[in-house]
């Protein structure tokens, strides 16, 4: 049996088997409803305040909701028996703290008796599903922003950041300008979510930014419980709002520079070659106008050497930057587990959780 492969974000979870040129097999929201003893589900008009996210900006944050979901995932969706529970590969994200590292592995090991386990980094695996080992790597997920060093298969932690925001930020952001130019239409989340799904989208500059807010035709579209809401420039800020962190209420340079003043910290002679291969991953960077614009942003930008993207390989499954993490965990799970580099129980029985950081790095 082939390992398993988990990468679990804010909002949607991959899961499958290692098979590296294909997608994941499960791909589901890691979002869950709260469910009554008896099976039934909370009746409640106000849906928010029944669900439960077991990860929070990209970390676990409810570890009973964490072992439901990958009961369901491991028995349920990958057709694991109970007494053969095979190995796994879990990716981790950015800044994941070492008391995360530690209970994931004690669950697994000490819950669902898997017989190995292995952890990597997402930036890690997101270069190597692109065929690469060193570069750098944006990772604009649902919770938080990962910009990413990479040498040689190791994160440079002093040439990474991460940032509290993502799409989930976004979001709010569109529900505001809505409500703004839409003030008699009751607007929830979920619905903004979906919006913003079907319409955000990125100007191809700042000048061109400024010239939507002016002309930009509205549209209407009609909501699921039949109101009509007109949508028009807003649906341009949303992408601006990486570019111009100011429309968030923050304080930064855009997601470019970012970039270029993270990979700056690291040794010159290694710039070239980090920012040269440089991924965009995670589900916003799917957005209509994201890579070209940030593209013009990298020609424009302050440092000598010019962030180029790397074009992922043509017999790798298509919308690649959704999921890029977890298909470079199957490559990886293809060379850890035959060649015993992974956490065994064994490993774990003499050692504890703590062995995870010795064996995973």
Known sequence: MEAAVVDAGSKILKA???????????????????????????????????TVDPVVRGC???????????????????EW??????????????????????????LLFETFNVSGFYASEQAVLSLYAVGRISGCTVDIGHGKIDIAAVLEGAVQHIASRRFEVGGSDLTKVLAQELGKSNPMVNLSISDA?????????????????????????????????????RIGREKYTVGEALFQPSILGLEAHGIVEQLVRSVATVSSENQKQLLENTVL?????????????????????????????????????ENLALYSAWVGGAILAKVVFP????????????????VVHRKCF
């Open 193 to 229: 979510e979906k919006l913003k799904e079907q319409f955000a989208c990125c100007a191809e500059d700042e000048i061109a930014y400024d010239r939507m807010l002016r002309t930009c035709e509205t549209e209407e579209h009609t909501l699921p419980d039949g109101q009509v809401i």
């Open 339 to 354: 060649q015993n580099q992974h956490v065994t129980k064994g490993d774990y029985d003499e050692t504890g959780p703590s």
């Open 81 to 106: 028996e109970v007494g053969n529970e095979g190995q796994i590969l879990f990716t981790e994200p950015l800044c994941t703290p070492k008391a995360v590292r530690e209970q994931l592995v004690q």
């Open 281 to 317: 991953c995670g589900g916003t960077t799917s957005m209509t106008g994201f890579e070209s614009r940030f593209q013009k942003e990298a020609s424009l930008c302050s440092s000598a050497i010019c962030p180029c993207l790397v074009k992922p390989p043509e017999y790798m499954p």
């Open 16 to 50: 499958g088997f290692a098979i590296p040129d294909q997608a994941p097999s499960l791909i589901i929201p890691t979002q869950m409803k709260r469910m009554l003893d008896d099976g039934s589900s909370v009746d409640n008009s106000m849906s928010e305040e029944v």
């Open 60 to 78: 676990i944050n409810d570890w009973d909701a964490m072992e439901d979901l990958l009961h369901h995932i491991l028995y349920t969706g990958l």
